[in-house]
């Protein structure tokens, strides 16, 4: 899971299905990606730090499971 990631959808009032759009991939894709259950390939990491420039790539992919680094 990351929640940085979903936490700044929230924000900017980014959906799943939106955000998907963007990547060029799947909605329920994008869902299995969130969860951690498939792994970002980098051209859509490269995409997400567009959408959401001057958030530090480490926050945005912290992992839920990583103890400290989320939130």
Request: proline share 3%; aromatic share 12%.
């Amino acid at each position: 899971m990351y929640p940085n990631l979903e936490l700044e959808m929230f924000k900017q009032k980014i959906t799943g299905r939106e955000m998907a759009q963007r990547l060029g991939i799947g909605e329920s894709t994008m869902y299995k990606k969130l969860r951690g259950e498939f792994d970002f390939k980098l051209k859509e990491v490269e995409k997400i730090l567009d959408i959401f420039p001057g958030v530090d790539w480490r926050v945005l992919f912290a992992r839920a499971d990583e103890k400290g680094k989320a939130g």
